[in-house]
């Protein structure tokens, strides 16, 4: 998850509060000492409980790939070990507005792209049918909404002459518009549910309402 860490127009710094909460990671901010949880986004102890950090867009993709289309990247190289995280056991989660519907990889990843939508904002979300890499794109071109399908390796309009890159969104035949990165961030289905009670989980089928424990 990728959190603007400012509030009220301040920089503040946070850090691994080592806590769990609702099974899932907190945080701290070094100004006031306040708890924050990660999944929400939002201070649940200290000065600023029920303050709410925005979520920005971000990516997984790999390394190299990143690098050839933005060259000028500055890249964060930190010590680390191989994650013990099974993509396949976890769902992406998009969250807009006062609306949440998390995206199961597993039955995304059979289709390779979700076409729907979060709080009447058009989306799509994409994962890699043989890697970890997912994103989610905004299907609003200007005052135009168009379907995505995979074809080639590439994000295709049904019924267009648009062709965009599946992990950037950029237009690569066909289209000098670029489909946006929207927030969304992966998640256990059953943390979800903790922190999403009304929230939705997609199938091809449509939206089903999340049924608490």
Known sequence: MVHRREVDGESIVLGNHGALWGNAMTLWDHETGSVWSQPIGEA???????TKLELLPSTL????DWQATYPDTFALDAP?????FDLDTMAIVV?????????PVRSVREIEIANSEVNGAPLAVWVDPAGDN?????RQIDDRIVDLMIRNGLLVEVGGD?????????GVEGTEQHLSILPGFTSFPNDYITFFDDGSFWTSAGLEPVVGP
Do not use: C
């Not at 649940?44 to 029920?50: A, E, V």
């Not at 680390?80 to 013990?84: H, K, N, V």
């Not at 997912?134 to 905004?138: A, D, E, I, K």
């Open 162 to 170: 648009g062709r965009w890159d599946p992990p950037t969104g950029l």
């Open 80 to 84: 680390s070990t191989p994650s013990g």
């Open 95 to 103: 969250e807009l507005g006062q609306e949440s519907v998390a995206f």
């Open 134 to 138: 997912w994103t989610v794109l905004s």
């Open 44 to 50: 649940i102890l200290g000065p600023l409980k029920g």
């Open 61 to 64: 993709t790999e390394w190299g």
